[in-house]
C-alpha cells in the first residue's frame, strides 16, 4: 500500500447534503481544515435545504462496492470515517472492506451513529441499528454519539442518558460493545457550557468550552468525527484526537453563517488551533475549572535547577541558581522531611523561588514556595489545600490531553516534555521537538517550561520557542563544577532573549503512539 504522500488520506463513507451543510460537503471542509485528504464514498443521498431533509435514499450496495474498490487500488485510507450509511448491507459491505484493507496496514475507523438530521428527519431504522451493533461497532476505533444517538444505540429512551452520570455509565456501556473509544458529544444537552465524556485508553473525563451560541450549527456532528478521524491519520492518539476535534468544531461553530432561512452550517477553518481560548479543560466531576493558583513573582524564570538533594539546592543558591526544584524519589519520612525543610530555608533567605517535586505533604507542612506535581499526582494531591496555602503549582505535560488536565487546575506554570530524548527518565512519549515547543508557548496564556534533553544550544533554542524557564538536571548535577556549568547555561539563556522568536507551527505532532503510525514516523 502506498503510504508516502505527504497528507495522510482519510476516506468520508457517508450521505450527500444538497444544501452543503452536512455529511460528505461537512467533511471534505473539516478535512481542508486540519489538512489531509479527503476521499468521499457515497452512501446515501439526500434532497434537503437548511429548512428540512426532504428525500433520503441509500445508494446500491453494488455502487458503494465499486466506489470502494476504486479507492483502495489507489487511496487507501490511514482512517474512514462513517457517517449516514443507508441501509443494513451498505453498513456490512464498509466492515468487510475494512478488515480487508487491515490485512495490509493499520487502518483506523471512527463511526459517527447518525439518527436523526439537525431538522429532526428520522435517517436511521431498527435494522440498520441492529448491524451496525453487531458489524461496525465491535470495529470500531472511536465512536462519537451525541447523548441522544448514545440512547439510541443503546436501545433506552434519551432521558436515560440526561445527567453527567448517566452519560459516564452510557460510555461504559457502549465500550462494552467493543469500540475502542467512546465519545458522547454534549452538543445537544444544553447549558453554558459544551463537555463531551470521552472514555479513551489514555483517558477519562469531561472535555469543556463554553457553548457557542449560535442557531448555525449544521453539520457540528460531522465536523466533528471528521476532525477526529483527520487527527487519527495524522498519528495522535483517540484522547488527543478528541481535543483537537473539540477545538475545530468550536471555532467552526463561531464561524458558521447562514445560507438559506434555516440553520446555516458550521464552517471549519485552518488556524483553529492556535487560538488559546479554544483549548478546553479536561476534568471529572460538575467543576469546570478551578480558581487559579498564585502567579509567579518571577514569571520569567529562565534556567530552572533541577537537584535531588538539600546539599545541591544550597550549593546553586549559593551560586547565583533563582528557580530550583528539588527532585527526591526515595528516602526515609524522616530523611525526605528534613530536606524539604534544609531547601525550604535556604530558598528563603536568598528569596529564590523553589519547587517541590511529588511531595506535596511536605511541601505544605515546611511552607515551600511551590510544589511540581506529574499527572499521576494530580489524581492524589489535595489541591485545594496547596492553592489555599498559596503555593505554586507546576504541573508535568506530555500532550493534548495532559495539557487540557493541567489547564483545568489553572497552575502557575505548565512543563512541557520531553522537548529532547533523556536518559533520566523512561516515558512513553515521544520528543516533542523545538516546533511542538514554540506550539505550547503560543497557545498557553501561563508560563511555559521546557524540559528534558537541554544543553546550551538546546536552552537557547527554548527561549526562541518562547520557554519562560528551561529545566536542566543532568547538564548541572552530572558537571565536574556545577556552578560553572550553572554560569554557562544562565548566560547562553539570557543571550538567546534577544535573538529572532521561532514561529509556532498551526498543529503540534503527535507525542504517543496511537492507532495509526504518523508519517513521520514511517520514514
Known sequence: MNRSSKRPIVWSIAGSDSGAGAGLQADLKAFEAIDVHGCTVVAAITAQNSMAVQRADAVATDLLDAQLAALASDMPPATIKTGMLGSASNVRCVAEWLDRLRRDAPVALVVDPVWRATTGADLSSQALREVLLRELLPRATVITPNRAEAAWLLGCAASDVATPEAVE???????????????????DAGGSHSSDWMSTPEASGWLSLPRVDTPHHHGSGCAYAATLAAALALGFCSADAAVIAKMSTTHALREGRAAGRGAGAVRPLRGFALCPELLPVLHRGEDVGTKEFAPLATPRLGLYAIVDSADGVEIL??????????????????????????????????????????????????????????????????????????????????????????????????????????????????????????????????????????????SQEAVRCGAAGVAVLRGIAQAADPAQALHQLQAAINEAAWAEPLSAPVLPRSTCAGPVPPLWRQG
Open 317 to 458: 543558591l549559593a551560586a547565583g541558581a533563582r528557580t530550583v526544584q528539588l527532585r527526591i524519589k526515595d528516602g526515609t519520612a524522616q530523611h525526605l522531611s528534613s530536606e524539604v525543610w534544609r531547601s525550604v530555608r535556604a530558598a528563603r533567605e536568598v528569596d529564590a523561588q523553589l519547587f517541590i517535586n511529588d511531595h506535596w505533604r511536605l511541601a505544605l507542612e515546611h511552607g515551600a514556595y511551590g510544589v511540581h506535581l506529574g499527572q499521576e499526582d494530580i489524581e492524589t494531591a489535595d489541591i485545594d489545600a496547596l492553592r489555599d496555602a498559596g503555593l505554586r503549582l507546576g504541573v508535568s505535560t506530555h500532550s493534548y490531553w495532559e495539557v487540557c488536565r493541567a489547564h483545568a487546575l489553572n497552575p502557575s506554570y505548565v512543563a512541557c516534555g520531553p522537548i529532547h530524548a533523556t536518559p533520566t527518565k523512561q516515558m512513553p512519549w515521544w520528543p516533542q521537538g523545538a516546533d511542538n515547543l514554540a506550539y505550547w508557548c503560543a497557545v498557553l496564556r501561563r508560563p511555559v517550561v521546557a524540559i528534558a534533553g537541554m544543553d546550551r544550544l538546546r
Open 169 to 187: 455509565k452510557a460510555a461504559a456501556a457502549l465500550r462494552e460493545l467493543g469500540p475502542q473509544a467512546v465519545i458522547i458529544t454534549g452538543g
